[in-house]
């Protein structure tokens, strides 16, 4: 009988993959977790966006924070990076998916998804401590009047966050699992979510799933690079378990490559890493039998991220969280605004006045144009210093359909693959959110503003996204998708997919809530690990959603 080093390995510490890394190991299995990126602690995140060595993710290059940004001829893309995913770096807002997901023909078929997710929602909604913000704030009150001139007020809400809000500063003992989680400190209202939270106030995976997972005997293995998932010899299929390599991240030399075996793997790396590295192994002739749709229907939650940058040097925009409203005009839209906190000054340096006329190639002529003409506008919309504070973000997010492709364009010694992406011919990924750019130019206005969106939309007409989903998506058969309604992967056994990779179609929301409560699904279809001990169920305290 093969002897294992371990019984489970999941590839990433985000929302699937903690999720997956807790059920399992409360299911009796020995579980190790390999993270790309390093683990923090509230010290050890930036003070702020200009200290790119502890805010950006680039370790070959030594930067060793907790966003990593990737840029292709079709989209710039900002992930999260660390021990805890995106939750490091995302703004905390936690949403069910809109009608348009749960309904998207890819997989209506294989499930009543609405009910069958609705158990899980509300078991991920009360581990991450969901609770609507207590309070209005300037950004949210410009976007109710923009929902009231459309007749649309009632469509306006304040967020759903995870977030402890408390006492401010102050720290207790563990609010949210009867006393069995860490202790948790009040949020005090920086708006640094994005920046990562150094008050121990946002609920990141650490506090939650990884806490009990790691306490259930999950073993944590940062700073570790998957680069090949090979099954075992003896069953091409998996079926006898796999041989799982890793090498020490950012490394140049001395790479520190090493093999462990498993008798399953579950990949989550998010959907940039995962379908990177289902590429590569298809490609190695590691997993020769995946579908031939790994890399297709590659989403970006159909979104737009702009800023209003108002003159008003009394306007002060990053007090509260960084999500702190919320607006639906319509069943597939939503609105929301954002802060980065007053350490956000120099994310200014990633966006310019925007530009909408011409394509690809006729954009920046245009945007060249608008510079000259107006070269004093554009100057005081770029100043640095104290741009967080009088700086309205906004992202929009869409469940429509549209869609691209990531391909292998050649390899590097050593067998990285180099992707490039694809646009669907027929359903495009939007370059123009109408919505978004709709309600930025009003606000605007109402501001005296100047609505800036990303460089590369503004000067290139690249849109960009910080949701990044698909390329390994659920579908009936491997004609259809990449793995099944129970996230097993076509051809393989014990080889799963529980990241942003699986989802089908946009969500229309932030969609961290949809990939754990999909994860959360998942592993109910794994089967207890034979003659284990099962661990307790996780008991909640009463700051734990209902």
């Given amino acids: 009988m093969t002897q294992f080093d371990y019984d489970w390995i999941v590839v990433g510490s985000g929302f699937g993959g903690s999720v997956s890394a807790l059920r399992l190991a409360e299911k009796g299995y020995r579980v190790a977790v390999v993270e790309a990126g390093y683990r923090f602690g509230p010290e050890d995140y930036a003070t702020g966006a200009g200290d790119v060595r502890r805010y950006l993710f680039a370790p070959r290059l030594g930067l060793r924070g907790i966003v990593r940004t990737t840029l292709f001829k079709d989209v710039l893309i900002a992930t999260g990076a660390g021990v805890g995913g995106g939750s490091l770096v995302y703004g905390n807002a936690l949403y069910r998916a809109q009608p348009g997901f749960l309904h998207h023909p890819q997989w209506a078929r294989l499930a009543d998804w609405a009910s069958e997710l ?5 078991t991920a909604e009360r581990m991450l401590g969901v609770t609507t913000y207590d309070a209005d704030s300037p950004a949210g009150l410009l976007l109710r009047e923009y929902a009231a001139a459309n007749g649309l007020a009632d469509r306006h809400a304040r967020s759903k966050v995870a977030v402890f809000l408390g006492e401010p500063g102050k720290t207790v003992p563990d609010p949210y699992f009867a006393g069995e989680g860490p202790d948790r ?80 793997v579950v990949l989550a790396a998010g959907a940039l890493g995962t379908v990177r590295l289902l590429l590569r192994c298809k490609g190695n002739g590691s997993l020769p039998a995946l579908s031939d749709r790994v890399g297709e229907l590659v989403r970006t939650n159909s979104e737009t991220v702009l800023v209003v940058r108002t003159p ?14 919320d607006f639906a005009p319509d069943a597939d839209t939503h609105i929301q605004p954002a802060t980065y906190g007053a350490a956000g000054d120099a994310l200014s340096l990633l966006t310019t006045p925007a530009v909408t006329r011409g394509g690809r190639w006729t954009r920046p002529l245009y945007f060249l144009s608008e510079a000259l003409r107006n070269p004093v506008r554009f100057a005081r919309a770029n100043r640095i210093r104290g741009s967080a504070a009088r700086s309205m973000v906004l992202t929009t997010m869409q469940a429509y359909e549209n869609s691209m492709a990531l391909r292998v364009r050649f390899r590097l010694p050593g ?34 503003g100047v609505v800036k969106a990303a460089v590369p939309e503004a000067v290139f007409s690249i849109p960009s996204t910080v949701h990044i989903l698909g390329g390994a998506a659920i579908g009936g058969d491997p004609d259809h998708g990449v793995i099944d309604d129970r996230h097993r992967v ?33 592993m109910g279809f794994v089967e207890p690990a034979p003659h284990a001990e099962l661990a307790p169920p996780i008991r909640f305290g009463p700051t734990a959603s209902a």
């Fill in 118 to 122: 609705d158990p899980h929602y509300r």
């Fill in 185 to 264: 400190t009040g949020c005090t209202r920086c708006g640094a979510c994005v920046i990562g939270c150094r008050y121990d106030a946002k609920n990141t995976l650490d506090k939650n799933y990884l806490w009990f997972a790691e306490r259930r005997g999950a073993v944590v293995l940062p700073e570790r690079t998957v680069i090949d998932v090979r099954p075992l010899d003896s069953d091409p299929s998996g079926g006898d378990g796999y041989a799982v390599t890793t090498e020490r991240t950012g490394r140049w030399f001395r790479r520190e490559r090493r093999t462990v075996t498993a008798r399953g």
């Fill in 312 to 325: 008003d040097e009394r306007r002060e925009f990053t007090h509260g969280v960084t999500v702190m409203s």
């Fill in 415 to 448: 067998g990285y693959p180099v992707l490039t992406t694809r646009q669907d011919p027929i359903h495009p990924i939007p370059a123009y959110v109408e919505a978004g750019y709709r309600a930025a130019n009003w606000i605007a206005r109402r501001t005296g």
């Fill in 490 to 522: 076509f051809g393989y056994r014990n080889l799963l997919v529980t990241d942003g990779a699986a989802l089908p179609a946009n969500v229309g929301v932030n969609p961290s809530l949809t990939i754990a409560a999909l994860a959360e699904r998942a």
